[in-house]
């Protein structure tokens, strides 16, 4: 331990910097990782600078989170850390970590969005089909004297209903309209 010390202490003030953040954000960073593989990740913590709203990017998403906190330091002392012994100035040396860390808060933002896309419910709710117009699958005979059978695609999901109609027989592959829901199993159409 006390070797990590002296190498520490043997660093220029801005090398230190530049280690401490990347070390230390590194370490959150991978904890963050962790826990979001194991789904426990789901109440982000927004900080609030004026007590008003925070920079909502919008789907949920907003700017100054502790996750893209993490993720500029993370980007910003690994890039001072790399380039340290390549850029002589002091001011490029930090405005290029301070670049880098920026990309990085905006990759991590592009890659959040990209997945929020993913998301989907797929839960299939009944009521959702009445008013629908849907392709009668199996005939359904005239006046309530039997059931055909209708497919519906409703929410990228194609489900299969027991139909009855109070009209003439309706042929397969005729487009109708679903009038009612009559139980969890049938329509009227």
């Given at each position: 331990m006390n070797d990590i010390i002296t190498w520490y202490d043997s660093m220029p003030l801005l090398l230190q910097v530049f280690w401490g953040?990347?070390?230390i954000s590194s370490a959150v960073f991978a904890v963050?990782?962790?826990?979001?593989?194991?789904?426990?990740?789901?109440?982000?913590m927004d900080v609030d600078f004026d007590g008003?709203?925070?920079?909502?990017l919008g789907g949920g998403l907003n700017l100054f989170t502790i996750k893209n906190l993490i993720g500029f330091l993370v980007g910003f002392g690994w890039a001072g850390v790399?380039?340290?012994g390549y850029i002589e100035s002091p001011v490029l040396l930090t405005l290029l970590a301070f670049v880098v860390g920026c990309l990085f808060v905006a990759m991590f933002v592009l890659i959040y969005r990209q997945t929020r896309r993913l998301e989907h419910n797929?839960?299939?709710?009944?009521?959702d089909v009445v008013g629908?117009?849907?392709?009668?699958?199996?005939?359904i005979p005239s006046h309530g004297q039997?059931?055909?059978?209708?497919?519906?695609?409703?929410?990228g999901s194609v489900q299969e209903f027991d139909a009855v109609t109070d009209g003439d027989e309706i042929p397969s592959g005729t487009k109708v309209t679903v009038l009612e829901l009559i139980d969890k199993e049938t329509v009227r159409v």
């Open positions: 953040c990347a070390i963050q990782m962790v826990l979001t593989l194991m789904g426990i990740d789901s109440s982000d008003g709203d925070t920079l909502d790399s380039f340290y797929g839960a299939f709710n009944v009521n629908k117009t849907v392709s009668v699958y199996l005939r039997g059931k055909g059978k209708i497919q519906v695609s409703l929410n």
